[in-house]
């Protein structure tokens, strides 16, 4: 039979209270990658049932938010991997808070034409808000490759909206 310690009881707790409260950051960071309500729900479960199952992997709580980020964003790669589908912006859409109008229509197809990893660094630097240093413990890889990768990603979006203009 197996019984939770307590600091196993704590650390689920904590796990939920996060959830909780950041529960619709993770949505938008879902629906960032698959452009669809049903989808980035879908993900969103996935999401949090991976990281229920491996949440004794945790060591520190601190990094539980990152973590969990990251688990969301994989499965965000892993569900477009699956499913290979291109997904097209309406012209003007508000759903969980994404607001998206024809003044941004192009950034945000530019945004789409980006590898996964770009994608991922440019949506959680400029659309989630995250620090360089953050998105580089998301990530888990260092500061300078965050900001190397940053540097191309932006080049390319820049390139991608010239010639879109």
């Excluded at 890889?141 to 190397?148: A, E, G, L, T, Y």
């Amino acid at each position: 039979m197996f019984f939770k310690t307590k600091e196993q009881k704590e650390l689920e707790k904590v796990f939920e209270e996060l959830v909780i409260k950041e529960k619709d950051n993770l949505y938008r960071l879902a629906y960032m990658y698959v452009k669809n309500g049903n989808d980035a729900m879908d993900i969103l479960q996935e999401s949090i049932l991976k990281a229920y199952k491996n949440l004794t992997t945790v060591k520190d709580n601190s990094f539980l938010d990152r973590w969990l980020k990251r688990i969301v964003v994989n499965c965000s790669i892993d569900y477009i991997k699956r499913n290979s589908k291109i997904v097209y912006i309406d012209d003007i859409q508000t759903t969980a808070g994404i607001h998206k109008d024809k003044n941004y229509e192009d950034l945000y197809e530019a945004v789409d034409t980006l590898s996964p990893e770009l994608r991922t660094i440019i949506i959680l630097k400029y659309f989630q808000g995250y620090t360089i240093e953050e998105v580089g413990e998301i990530l888990d890889i260092s500061i300078s490759q965050v900001k190397n990768k940053l540097h191309k990603a932006l080049k390319l979006l820049r390139l991608e909206i010239k010639i879109t203009s």
